[in-house]
């Protein structure tokens, strides 16, 4: 079966999980055709909610559906599901301990065209922040629609990160997949590449290729969930190569790099590199010029990881 | 108003419909309905009612304009390069990296812009933040605002409704683009605004409603709103969304549509048609 685009692959997943369970119901607020969720609502009717342009309206009605009962999700692109219902899904979702499961489209330099107002860099960061809360970001299809099936019955909130347009397969159908356990994608003993979503992973087994030219031998792992992160595989690669890159379409502050470098500084203090986002808004562009801009690519990749092997040991 | 005006009107609202099809088009995919949905209330004001050029854009007594609704900024921006405010030349380079004109309106890149928007539901509040500073300072100017329709969904747009007429802002003069649609569906469909003049009047607005492609009835209307003393005022445009283009015309697709090269050569024939006949 070929790759299917990722907003597909996220509608598929709820009506197979509906199919099963009239608990799960879906929210929407007006970007129920951008998220791909049409079908959803035509095959569901009853348990669909299209809150209008009021995000934050729709995250604590679903905070209410999910009190009485009901397994949510709701929907925006990031920026407004992160940074718009911010308190209300830190309050009537996740200190009231509803089980809602919010998911934000377009994360970072994938609102291309939308600009600088639409560009979340800084979701994971202010969800990293809710105590208990996971937070994952699928790389293809195939993960995605293995972990939002895990994630509806995850007993706390969660929060998708998804790329919603383009379609990429990494894995083979039947992969299995936990919330929490990073895949590793290419074995490697000089340098581990950390990487998370849809845009970096692809970049970072690109990077892992050109290094190998240079007979670099990098490992790259998918870190698919990026709270809780795993500190299992995080700090067996750390041993094993003393030299741990993350890569992500996010702030470097708060993000996932960060939240690696943190753990490593306590357990096993290690060279580090963060590909991501320096201290900068967003601005409008194609995917092209916006990786470029960003420094998010292969080539930017495989530079920062020469550079670090550079330094190490000295 | 004057034969001889109104024909300099509509002529200019002619290149600004012209304009947004062949920016947007040169791009190949951009928001076209709620762009085209604001022509003539963008033309009546820059070209008639408002106190602002390139000459005074630095000026703080000139009057402002929040596009709350900062998705249509390429009908913005058609007006002010209409206006001078930059080469027409610059309308085609919208949305590319580097640009100054991105999809949605940024008071940081675009000369003439006067507020950042596109996290819709914002910008009346910040409308009326402009409206109390230039009150305080004895500015005798006004403050415009345009939202959506669907925009209206958002509850800080009631939380500034209920703000401007606490604070009597009558120097406020906001607009709805009520073309009866959300992204998802029809506005009535998504979420009922039932009654909207009556929502604004229990908010203590005054409140008009008009044809929102007539630019004669959209200029009367901001005539009437500049006699109000003690309130502030929400002119309601009934408006059609991608109007004037006819693969956007009334449609709910024409919100962010792509839009090929023929089809775009086609409504640009059918608008220099239109540009003709005028003349
Ligand atoms: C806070 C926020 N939520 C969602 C969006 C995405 N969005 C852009 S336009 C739009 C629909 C707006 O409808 P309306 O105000 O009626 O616009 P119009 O019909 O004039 O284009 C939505 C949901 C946004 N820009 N801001
Ligand atoms: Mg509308």
Partial sequence: MSARDMRDAYCEALVELAEEDERIVLLEADLMGANGTTAFKEKFPKRFFNAGVAEANMVSMAAGLAVCGKIPFAASFACFAARRAYDQFFISVNYARAKVNLTGTDPGISAVFNGGTHMSFEDIGLMRGIPGLVIYEPADDISLKALVKEAAYHPGPTYLRLHRKGASSLYAQGEEFRLGKAKVLRDGADIAILATGYLLVPEALKAAELLAGEGIDAAVIDLHTIKPLDEELVLHYAKKTGAVMVCENHQVATGVGSAVAMFLSENLPTRMQCIGIRDEFGQVGDLAFLKQRFGLNADRIFHKARELLGRKGE | ?279
């Fill in chain 2, 1 to 279: 108003m004057e034969a001889e005006r109104l024909k300099r009107l509509e002529a200019a609202a002619r290149q600004v419909r012209y304009d947004i099809v062949e920016a947007i088009g040169n791009i190949g995919i951009g928001h076209f309905g709620g762009a085209l949905s604001i022509v003539e209330v963008l033309t009546v004001l820059y070209f008639s009612q408002m106190n602002a050029s390139p000459a005074n854009a630095k000026d703080p007594g000139r009057d402002k304009l929040v596009l709350s609704k900062g998705h249509a900024g390429p009908a913005l921006y058609a007006v002010l390069a209409q206006k001078g405010y930059f080469p027409r030349e610059t309308l085609f380079t919208l949305n590319q990296g580097g640009t100054s004109l991105p999809s949605h309106c940024d008071r940081n890149l675009t000369p003439g812009i006067d507020m950042t928007t596109g996290s819709l539901g914002q910008g009346l509040s910040v409308a009326i933040g402009m409206a109390l500073a230039d009150r305080m300072d004895g500015r005798k100017n006004r403050i415009f605002a345009i939202i959506g329709d669907g925009e209206s969904d958002e509850g800080q747009v009631w939380e500034a409704a209920m703000a401007a007429s606490q604070y009597g802002l009558s120097n406020l003069i906001a607009f709805t683009d009520y073309n009866k649609m959300n992204i998802d569906g029809l506005t009535s469909e998504i979420m009922n605004l039932d009654d909207l003049g009556a929502k604004w009047r229990a908010f203590n607005w005054n409140v008009l409603r008009t044809d929102g492609h007539d630019l004669e009835a959209i200029d009367r209307a901001i005539d009437a709103a500049r006699l109000e003393s003690d309130r502030p005022t929400m002119i309601i445009l009934d408006t059609i969304k991608g109007k004037g283009c006819s693969i956007a015309e009334g449609k709910l697709s024409s919100h962010n549509m792509a839009i090929s090269k023929e089809q775009k050569e086609k409504a640009l024939g059918e608008l220099s048609a239109a540009m003709g006949e005028l003349s």
